[in-house]
């Protein structure tokens, strides 16, 4: 196992609408520092030591750039800009990939407070079984809906997924040589179509995605415990 095969692709497409911000999610502050650097900084810090390849929207490029002068941010990634859908953004990505004996985690930009357990199992099982998913079982009473009626499963059987999604390069080169599908809500579901079976690995409870105001609130929240601790 090679440290210099592993990859992160981070995906920063996201807008700011139902943050009810005109900033993109990924550029908002948490801490002092935007959202997309906190996300960079946790796969900087992974044992496995990933070449980090950030997915931006064109239109982004600059605010980016604008945005590493600002706060001297000096971790090395390659930026990617992104495309219509996620599935065309992680293609663009993963052509910046050509060791084929790679491991490839795809994270969602905002979610910044991902932990550093969470990360390097998935590279550690990724690496074993071909693929690692990260989870969490719902602590929530379930029930499905169908047509006019709903009727109430077990929770032991949902799990919430997270990223990182992380694959073996084989995987994702085969998966992301099929046509878009609307139901590509995520990487893993692309790559289980291309029929590979999927792996969930344990994921983390506050590896939430920012996605309304009160996220930033409740993150601000948790990063202050975790100083005081």
């Keep these: 196992m090679s440290k210099n095969q592993f990859y992160a692709i981070i ?43 950030v997915v931006l929207a064109a239109q982004e490029l600059e605010t980016w750039k604008n945005l590493i002068k600002e706060y001297r941010f000096t971790i090395p990634h390659q930026i990617v800009t992104g495309g219509i859908e996620r599935f065309h953004s992680v293609k663009n990505a993963l052509s910046l990939v050509t060791d084929e004996h790679a491991v490839i985690a795809i994270h969602d930009a905002v979610r910044p407070l991902v932990s550093l357990k969470t990360i390097d199992n998935c590279f550690e099982k990724a690496f074993a079984d071909g693929n690692a998913i990260a989870a969490i079982s719902s602590k929530d009473s379930i029930r499905i809906q169908e047509e006019n009626k709903n009727k109430a499963i077990s929770r032991n059987q949902v799990y919430l997924i997270q990223t990182p999604q992380t694959f073996q390069y084989q ?24 029929g590979f079976a999927i792996h969930l690995s344990g994921g983390d409870e506050y590896n939430f995605k920012i996605t309304f105001p009160e996220d930033i609130t409740l993150a601000t929240a948790l990063l202050d415990q975790a100083i005081h601790e």
């Design 11 to 53: 995906v920063a497409g996201g807008s700011g609408k139902r943050m009810k911000s005109d900033t993109p999610k990924q550029f908002l502050l948490l801490k002092g520092k935007p959202i997309l650097m906190l996300s960079i900084e946790k796969f900087y810090q992974s044992k496995y030591q990933p070449t980090i390849i």
């Design 171 to 194: 995987q994702l080169k085969l998966a992301y040589k099929q046509d878009f599908e609307h139901f590509f809500t995520d990487d893993a579901s692309v790559v289980e179509k291309a």
